[in-house]
C-alpha cells in the first residue's frame, strides 16, 4: 500500500497547506528539473529557527526526471483510487497527507511505469503540492538549494 513519507527539507517540514509554496517558475534541462519556488514561515513545521512572518525562495532540483504527472489542484483532487478508469492506477492524495513535499513510498505509479532497466530500483516517487499545482516526480533524486 501506498504511504507518504513528509520531506525533511534543510528550513524543515512543509506542513499541508494549500497556499504553504508559492511556485515561481520551473526550468527543464533535461534530464534535470529546477522549481523555483517561495514558502512562508506559517506552512513550516518543526524547526525552531524560523522567523515568523518570513519567507524563504528557495529551488528543489530533481536529478534524473523520468516520468512527471502535472494537474491543476482541483482537477487533481477529483482524482482518486476507485474512481472508474482510476481503481487501480490513482495517486496519493495530498488531503490524506501531512505535507506538500513528500517521497510516495511504494508508489503505484512507479509500479505500473514500464521503467528502462538502466532506472529500475534506482527513482523515487516524489509528490509537490503548491499553490494551484500538484506535481508528481519520478526521479532518482533531488536536492534543495537556497
Keep these: 500500500m501506498e504511504k507518504s513519507l513528509p520531506i525533511k527539507t534543510p528550513i524543515g517540514v512543509f506542513e499541508n497547506y ?11 534541462k533535461h ?12 506552512a513550516i513545521k518543526n524547526d525552531k ?6 519567507e524563504y525562495n528557495f529551488k528543489i532540483i530533481f536529478e534524473d526526471v523520468i516520468s512527471l504527472f502535472y494537474a491543476e489542484y482541483d482537477t487533481y483532487e477529483a482524482i482518486y483510487p476507485g474512481r472508474k478508469g482510476l481503481k487501480k492506477y490513482g495517486y496519493a492524495k495530498s488531503k490524506v497527507s501531512e505535507s506538500i513535499f513528500e517521497m510516495i ?11 528502462r532497466n538502466e532506472y529500475a530500483g534506482k527513482v523515487n516517487h516524489y509528490c509537490l503540492t503548491t499553490y494551484d499545482d500538484v506535481f508528481n516526480i519520478i526521479a ?5 538549494e537556497p
Design 31 to 42: 534530464p534535470q528539473m529546477i522549481f523555483y519556488c517561495n514558502i512562508s514561515s506559517h
Design 140 to 144: 532518482k533524486s533531488y536536492k534543495i
Design 18 to 28: 494549500r497556499d504553504g509554496i508559492i511556485l515561481k517558475s520551473i526550468e527543464w
Design 49 to 54: 529557527n524560523i522567523k515568523l512572518n518570513k
Design 105 to 115: 513510498e511504494n508508489s503505484n505509479y512507479i509500479k505500473v511505469l514500464p521503467v
